[in-house]
């Protein structure tokens, strides 16, 4: 098995307290020897059409289940979902009692700034960027996942050092950070246009580590969020509400990278890491489009393909429906996913001005009119980008006049009067290169599940990128233009069923650009529908005997370690994976619980019996310490 696909937690955890040093009497296995819970594919980024969603009106009822409850405050429950995207972020949320209505707001650009004191000198050390490189710096890398500040003295929407900035707020030319939250798994690739050089420049600057921003972003996102609802339902409702947030992250993330995610929402005020909820951005997606697409397209047994196509990045999961009434499925191919998203359109259609321009006076005009510059990729963005299509003259009427204000008339460039000429065949050359890596993507999905003996019934489109009318058309034209079947003297069914089987449906759900955060929703009200070989309900747990000396610390540390063979070892080997480190504090149990035990020499000391149970969740691993099945607190994990 492929741990870049497979948690296996096969052999026992490694126990050392902190101080001193003495081993427990005995530290058993796993009640469970095998854990399967299937990665899949990274769905970061969010930037294609849009501006404004509407509300939730084609998903199931949420109220529903909750007919016959009461509805005092106490059992009320807002359940906010929040999709932390690359490029763009948004959140949605419903309120859980009879009745209740949805609410949902435009996303906005994952994008942020501090304003810097003119008296503070920015003069700064040399700069390493984040992320794997950072080791070459003589200095602790700012992608540090650990705060330099106390959250006293860090800036949140006014304090410390300025105000903040955030989303669409920013003049066209103004310096920001963005795609910050790449930097929080040092082990994903960065798309050219992340500059890991000037996003390290840009904090020192501010005096930010990679946490500090992203950790400002999100509260700016949660003081939105609580000001809508506050509008709209009163300030009395939302005080008395019990909030409960559920955040997406991408399935190829490390464990550390989520992780990271929890710590700063915690920071943003969000509630505790045990509180907060996360789920894989693919399944939220597939939570979402699967019950959009319900009842009618739904059996027992089909495969659907969800193309999460944002930004950033298109990411692919595949799933077999195992259950209609409620909905479960199953991962039936490992997930992917490449940096393909619709931002790369963009820099392709910088490269193109740059071309048609020549260098020397494209960079003339980003310097000298950045105002004219905006103005012509906004039109591109806005217009070109989303109605370009395979119908006649790109379904763009012809000829497309990209606006330049301010440039002279230049014929070999095809400017004129301020307008730069662009073909059909020339903003079909933007494309291609990009829609041919997501086809090849998809195209990937379709034969592992193939190779399976599966059929897929559908390819599900969804993100920002999802809704172009070109990439809807080129996956369906690619999809169902199979050769017909060899020809044979005496056909058979099972030729025809053959030919049949090679065609694919696609599909773009209504809502598909929110349909991450709307399954983040889902996620939060009816629980998880992907079956997984071990339930989130059914812990693995780890069994402890422990002495401790009079006065020696309560504190102690495990090492995590995943194995990678169907088979594990019956000790400790090279080629082994330390996951994480725990740290379980033992002072929340009562003194009661500990047995008074003595040595045959006389000495005495404390033993303690409990477990650390471990839940496997869509996201990522979730630690509890219990005594006699009592839960007495968490357990902190350092992901490595």
């Given amino acids: 098995m492929d741990l870049s696909t497979t948690n296996g937690f096969d052999v026992p955890i490694r126990g050392r307290p902190l101080t001193p040093r003495t081993p427990p009497i005995r530290s058993a296995s796993p009640t469970e020897a095998e854990t399967n819970n299937s990665a899949s594919a990274n769905a970061q980024a969010r930037n294609f059409p849009g501006t404004a969603t509407s509300p939730i009106t084609r998903v199931p009822n949420p109220a529903q289940p909750l007919n016959g409850l009461s509805t005092q405050a106490a059992s009320d429950r807002l359940i906010v979902g929040v999709d932390f995207g690359t490029t763009y972020s948004g959140y949605t949320s419903w309120i859980l009692w009879p009745g209740g209505n949805g609410i949902t707001s435009d996303k906005v650009p994952t994008e942020i700034a501090y304003d810097i004191d003119p008296n503070t000198s920015t003069t700064s050390p040399p700069v390493s960027p984040p992320g794997p490189i950072s080791s070459l710096s003589s200095k602790p890398s700012i992608s540090t996942l650990k705060s330099k500040s106390s959250p006293h003295n860090r800036s949140s929407g006014g304090g410390g050092n300025g105000g903040i900035k955030w989303g669409f707020q920013f003049k066209p030319e103004s310096p920001r950070l963005r795609c910050i939250k790449l930097f929080l798994d040092r082990n994903?690739?960065?798309?050219?246009?992340?500059?890991?050089?000037?996003?390290?420049?840009?904090?020192?600057?501010?005096?930010?580590?990679?946490?500090?921003?992203?950790?400002?972003?999100?509260?700016?996102?949660?003081?939105?969020?609580?000001?809508?609802?506050?509008?709209?339902?009163?300030?009395?409702?939302?005080?008395?509400?019990?909030?409960?947030?559920?955040?997406?992250?991408?399935?190829?993330?490390?464990?550390?990278?989520?992780?990271?995610?929890?710590?700063?929402?915690?920071?943003?005020?969000?509630?505790?890491?045990?509180?907060?909820?996360?789920?894989?951005?693919?399944?939220?997606?597939?939570?979402?489009?699967?019950?959009?697409?319900?009842?009618?397209?739904?059996?027992?047994?089909?495969?659907?393909?969800?193309?999460?196509?944002?930004?950033?990045?298109?990411?692919?999961?595949?799933?077999?429906?195992?259950?209609?009434?409620?909905?479960?499925?199953?991962?039936?191919?490992?997930?992917?996913?490449?940096?393909?998203?619709?931002?790369?359109?963009?820099?392709?259609?910088?490269?193109?001005?740059?071309?048609?321009?020549?260098?020397?006076?494209?960079?003339?005009?980003?310097?000298?009119?950045?105002?004219?510059?905006?103005?012509?990729?906004?039109?591109?963005?806005?217009?070109?980008?989303?109605?370009?299509?395979?119908?006649?003259?790109?379904?763009?009427?012809?000829?497309?006049?990209?606006?330049?204000?301010?440039?002279?008339?230049?014929?070999?460039?095809?400017?004129?009067?301020?307008?730069?000429?662009?073909?059909?065949?020339?903003?079909?050359?933007?494309?291609?290169?990009?829609?041919?890596?997501?086809?090849?993507?998809?195209?990937?999905?379709?034969?592992?599940?193939?190779?399976?003996?599966?059929?897929?019934?559908?390819?599900?489109?969804?993100?920002?990128?999802?809704?172009?009318?070109?990439?809807?058309?080129?996956?369906?034209?690619?999809?169902?233009?199979?050769?017909?079947?060899?020809?044979?003297?005496?056909?058979?069914?099972?030729?025809?069923?053959?030919?049949?089987?090679?065609?694919?449906?696609?599909?773009?759900?209504?809502?598909?650009?929110?349909?991450?955060?709307?399954?983040?929703?889902?996620?939060?009200?009816?629980?998880?529908m992907v079956g997984t070989p071990i339930s989130p309900d059914q812990p693995i747990s780890f069994h402890y005997t422990r002495n401790f000396r009079p006065n020696q610390s309560l504190v102690v540390e495990d090492d995590l370690i995943a194995c990678a063979d169907d088979m594990p070892p019956d000790a400790y080997a090279r080629g082994l994976i330390n996951v994480c480190t725990l740290t379980t504090d033992l002072n929340a149990v009562p003194k009661s619980l500990f047995t008074r035990l003595t040595t045959t020499k006389g000495v005495e000391f404390d033993n303690l019996d409990f477990t650390l149970d471990m839940r496997i969740e869509s996201a990522g691993l979730v630690f509890e310490l219990k005594v006699d099945g009592v839960r007495y607190g968490s357990v902190e994990a350092e992901f490595h």
């Fill in 188 to 528: 994903q690739k960065l798309p050219h246009f992340v500059s890991p050089l000037d996003t390290a420049a840009q904090l020192r600057r501010y005096d930010k580590t990679v946490m500090d921003a992203v950790s400002d972003y999100l509260t700016q996102l949660y003081r939105h969020t609580l000001d809508t609802l506050t509008r709209r339902y009163g300030a009395s409702f939302v005080e008395s509400t019990r909030v409960e947030f559920v955040l997406t992250v991408p399935a190829v993330w490390s464990d550390a990278a989520k992780n990271a995610t929890l710590h700063a929402a915690e920071r943003a005020g969000m509630g505790s890491r045990h509180e907060l909820r996360l789920i894989s951005e693919p399944e939220a997606a597939a939570v979402y489009t699967l019950k959009a697409i319900q009842p009618n397209h739904l059996d027992v047994g089909d495969n659907f393909i969800v193309c999460d196509a944002g930004g950033g990045t298109v990411d692919l999961i595949a799933y077999r429906i195992t259950q209609l009434a409620p909905l479960r499925v199953e991962e039936s191919a490992v997930g992917t996913g490449g940096l393909c998203g619709s931002a790369f359109l963009n820099y392709r259609f910088e490269d193109h001005v740059r071309e048609r321009l020549g260098a020397e006076k494209f960079a003339q005009m980003r310097e000298k009119k950045p105002k004219s510059w905006m103005m012509g990729l906004r039109y591109f963005e806005e217009f070109v980008k989303r109605n370009f299509s395979m119908e006649e003259g790109g379904g763009l009427g012809g000829e497309v006049n990209v606006p330049f204000p301010g440039l002279p008339d230049d014929e070999d460039a095809g400017l004129d009067s301020g307008f730069l000429v662009m073909t059909p065949e020339q903003v079909e050359a933007i494309f291609e290169p990009v829609i041919k890596e997501v086809e090849q993507l998809v195209e990937g999905q379709v034969e592992a599940i193939r190779e399976n003996g599966g059929v897929v019934k559908g390819i599900v489109l969804v993100g920002g990128f999802g809704q172009s009318n070109y990439l809807y058309q080129r996956l369906k034209a690619h999809f169902n233009s199979a050769p017909p079947p060899p020809y044979t003297e005496r056909p058979t069914h099972q030729v025809a069923d053959a030919g049949a089987h090679r065609t694919v449906e696609v599909m773009q759900p209504l809502y598909a650009w929110t349909a991450v955060v709307r399954g983040a929703v889902l996620r939060g009200l009816e629980g998880s």
